[in-house]
């Protein structure tokens, strides 16, 4: 168990629709980070978190937001959904800004959108 | 920009036998670190060991060793006497400071170890 809990774990949805993914960090780590996994596209890099404020964006489609709240947890929005944003998401947590803080992942949210 | 290029993309060996997965890097910055991440059938990706730039000392813990070199730019992981709860996919991942601080990671496309009983 790494600490960092997702939900839901799964999530069915309809093209069009929009959803939240929620992620609560380890305790006491201040950065978020958020990454998709997909059969095609591999693990990609989405978007960084630390102590409530953005620090990168990566392959994240206008579609998607996210923010970290003051308690530290993070939410990752995907509206107007399509077929192709079915993937894994992924939220891992370090402790501080600095390469060699390895990053914890969560279990992860299956989404799928019919 | 980072890359990470896993070239075996699928691995079958007997259990006991020994394997290597493959890793070679891209980068221009000068400190960064190399990762190596496992993703059983269950779906979760578990942290196995970070590599810093600075420091190619290889590093054994249990059946598995990594072997960093700079000069060729890889990170080779070792499965001694490898076992059927080895079958995994397993990622190498590479970061360095984008800016602004962040590390994100950049991630290899994985090799699929299957361990056959």
């Known amino acids: 168990d790494s600490g960092v809990t997702q939900t839901p774990k799964h999530l069915i949805t309809a093209t069009g629709q929009r959803v939240t993914l929620r992620c609560s960090p380890r305790?006491?780590?201040?950065?978020v980070y958020w990454y998709q996994q997909s059969l095609d596209q591999g693990l990609q890099f989405l978007i960084q978190?630390?102590?409530?404020?953005?620090?990168a964006k990566g392959n994240i489609l206008e579609r998607f937001s996210a923010q970290q709240f003051p308690d530290l947890h993070s939410e990752l929005n995907l509206s107007s959904l399509e077929l192709g944003d079915s993937a894994l998401y992924f939220c891992?947590?370090?402790?501080?800004?600095?390469?060699?803080?390895?990053?914890?992942f969560g279990p992860g949210t299956r989404l799928t959108v019919l | 920009a980072q890359k990470v290029t896993q070239a075996q993309t699928e691995i079958s060996v007997v259990e006991k036998e020994d394997v290597t997965l493959d890793c070679v890097y891209e980068?221009?910055?000068?400190?960064?670190?190399l990762f190596w991440y496992k993703q059983p059938p269950s779906g979760e990706l578990v942290f196995l060991i970070r590599?810093?730039?600075?420091?190619?000392q290889n590093e054994i813990s249990g059946r598995y060793s990594w072997n960093f070199q700079k000069s060729t730019s890889s990170f080779n992981f070792t499965i001694t006497a490898s076992q059927v709860v080895d079958s995994a996919v397993y990622f190498c991942?590479?970061?360095?400071?984008?800016?602004?601080?962040?590390?994100?990671?950049?991630f290899g496309k994985g090799t699929k170890l299957s361990v056959i009983p």
């Open positions: 590599r810093n730039s600075f420091d190619e």
């Open positions: 978190y630390y102590n409530g404020e953005e620090r």
């Open positions: 891992a947590s370090s402790a501080r800004l600095a390469g060699y803080n390895e990053q914890f």
């Open positions: 980068t221009r910055d000068t400190t960064y670190y």
């Open positions: 305790s006491g780590d201040l950065s």
């Open positions: 991942a590479l970061s360095g400071d984008s800016g602004a601080g962040s590390y994100q990671l950049t």
